[in-house]
């Protein structure tokens, strides 16, 4: 799919629309993460929805706004990781960050009108009495005993919440609605709270907390959002954020408009979840590379634009449903497929010597960086007597259809010649194989097969044993939990569904000499293997990620 020419979705719909009727000349969006962990392929969805608009209506912007109301959970290293995440991923806020912190002092005075039309009032009912108040989805509330106080009553109270006066919990500040309201969000839902602790940008100015209902609505309408995108669980918010914007003298009511969110198999999403794993060490860290975190894509080496055709294809509904994450996996690898040179690597070497090859002779073979892409450049790939080849492409007992070496058989190296197993070197008291006698047919080489000759069907990888450089660790990660759907059974724990083989790594790799200088970041394709990304290179101490195999591997499972 070429990233000019973006699907079409129900929102940009409503959006278009709106232009043609002149209800909006300009279209501003945001994405709003909350500072208490890192960004996952879900916000991804969020990000390229609210960004892709402003980047394909003329006219729109989208802002980036922290929405940061709970201090204990938030801080600052989550704010700079997300700004460099949203980066990587392509998109721009340009001068447009905003934190919700910034409009406590308005978010204020708003409360205060509120109090003041007699529509919210402070609450003494504990947090028990304050659900056992507000009753059940087949039940009405109760009016709390405080909810007809005096306004001046109530304007004394707020103030002392602001000033530190009361315990935490001991006071909140609700909205008065409907206690029997069929949408329990609209039982008089709280409107703040009071938090005595540190927040990251206000530091102790302020001790009471607006909540998410009553804050996002408001800095959206301060910002002039004009579409507020969110995901399905905040349809019956919607009433609420409708009801604020109404009950307040505003120049604007942004349009809440929700889509369902992403879910993936064999992943969770949740950021409680992700913590977990995280703290109880089932992964490194938020980066790992087998977290559904940009940061872990990153480094596992998924390519951002491999994301975002992703988000595009997986398109937008109003139904929740599961992506099955073959579908990301797919991504990557036709991206990488496009981009990636080719190289050769044996992961698991066994010794091939060529006896009828001479013994101090190196010869330098061409190969194509990339075979459909000539502008990708050649290269060279020495040869000689002794070469590794990977241990499973030889079989001393093969199948019918095993058309790599065996004894007896034949098989072509990859842009060099047809080799023949002659001889099976084991180990006498272990009986493992540890080296292969082979002669090899000199014209053959690059290829060719000359006439008279039957055409050798395999063709495998192999590298030169003197001209060849070591990896010092490949990675080879797998998905982390071993069922589509970890999170399913409610009675069982997610994390029993751990997969134990999620990362093997291999220290003894050989690698083409060419290789070596590889840096940082390049992705390669290591033929028949799959694509492989450089995490490390120091003076010759060289280090690999694989992104991703060649094939699905879990597709016949
Ligand atoms: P929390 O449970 O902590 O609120 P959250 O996933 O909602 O977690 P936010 O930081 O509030 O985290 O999310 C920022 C934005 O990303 C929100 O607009 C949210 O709707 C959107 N978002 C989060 N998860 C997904 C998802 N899985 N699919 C699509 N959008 C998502
Ligand atoms: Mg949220």
Redesign the pocket.
């Known amino acids: 799919m070429n990233e000019l020419d973006r699907p079409t979705n129900f929102i940009k719909h409503i959006i278009e629309e709106d232009i043609k009727t002149g209800k909006h000349d300009k279209i501003v969006t945001r994405?709003?993460?909350?500072p208490?962990?890192y960004l996952?392929?879900?916000?991804a969805?969020?990000i390229c929805l609210n960004f892709g608009i402003a980047k394909e209506f003329e006219n729109a912007k989208c802002n980036l706004r922290f929405?940061d109301t709970n201090p204990v959970k938030e801080n600052v290293d989550y704010v700079k990781a997300i700004q460099d995440d949203i980066k990587w991923l392509g998109f721009d806020w340009e001068n447009r960050l905003y934190f919700a912190s910034d409009y406590y002092q308005k978010l204020y005075e708003y409360a205060v009108d509120l109090i003041k039309q007699g529509k919210a009032y402070v609450c003494s009912l504990n947090a028990d009495q304050m659900r056992e108040y507000r009753g059940t989805l087949t039940e009405p509330g109760r009016e709390s005993p405080d909810c007809n106080n005096s306004i001046e009553m109530n304007l004394e109270l707020f103030e002392k919440m602001k000033n530190g006066e009361f315990a935490e919990g001991e006071k909140v500040l609700r909205a008065k609605i409907d206690m029997a309201s069929p949408n329990i969000n609209m039982r008089d839902p709280v409107i703040y709270r009071i938090k005595h602790a540190h927040h990251h940008r206000t530091g102790r100015d302020w001790l009471i907390f607006p909540m998410y209902d009553f804050t996002h609505c408001l800095s959206d309408m301060l910002e002039g959002i004009t579409h507020s995108?969110?995901?399905l669980e905040?349809e019956d918010h919607r009433p609420l954020y409708d009801w604020y914007l109404d009950n307040l003298n505003t120049p604007c009511h942004p349009r809440q408009i929700e889509?369902a969110?992403?879910?993936l198999t064999y992943t969770v999403?949740?950021?409680?979840k992700l913590l977990e794993l995280v703290e109880e060490k089932f992964v490194d860290s938020w980066d790992d590379p087998r977290m559904p975190t940009l940061r872990g894509m990153r480094r596992r080496g998924y390519p951002a634009v491999a994301i975002r055709k992703f988000c595009d294809l997986i398109g937008l509904t109003k139904k929740d449903s599961c992506i099955d994450v073959a579908l990301l996996e797919n991504c990557v690898r036709e991206e990488l497929n496009e981009t990636s040179l080719r190289r050769m690597a044996v992961l698991d070497p066994i010794k091939v010597v060529i006896t009828n090859y001479p013994e101090n002779e190196v010869e330098y073979l061409e190969a194509s960086n990339h075979p459909k892409q000539p502008e990708m450049g050649k290269r060279k790939i020495p040869f000689a007597r002794e070469i590794y080849i990977e241990r499973d492409d030889f079989m001393e007992e093969p199948p019918k259809k095993f058309y790599r070496l065996a004894p007896g058989a034949e098989v072509r190296l990859r842009y060099g010649y047809v080799i023949k197993c002659e001889k099976v070197i084991k180990d006498s008291m272990t009986g493992k194989v540890t080296e292969l006698h082979c002669s090899y047919d000199k014209d053959t080489k690059g290829g060719v097969t000359p006439e008279g000759k039957k055409k050798v069907k395999g063709i495998i990888h192999w590298v030169a044993i003197n001209h060849c450089q070591r990896a010092n660790s490949i990675k080879l990660y797998d998905r982390l939990f071993t069922v589509p759907f970890p999170t399913q059974d409610k009675d069982i724990d997610y994390k029993t569904h751990i997969n134990p083989n999620s990362l093997s790594v291999i220290n003894n790799a050989k690698l083409e000499i060419n290789l070596s200088n590889a840096e940082v970041g390049d992705c390669f394709q290591f033929e028949r293997l799959g694509y492989f990304v450089v995490t490390a290179n120091n003076n010759g101490y060289l280090e690999f990620n694989r992104t991703i195999s060649l094939r699905d591997s879990w597709a016949k499972v």
């Open positions: 994405f709003p993460p909350e208490n962990g996952h392929i879900g916000h969805k969020s929405d995108l969110c995901t905040f889509f969110r992403l879910n999403l949740s950021k409680r």
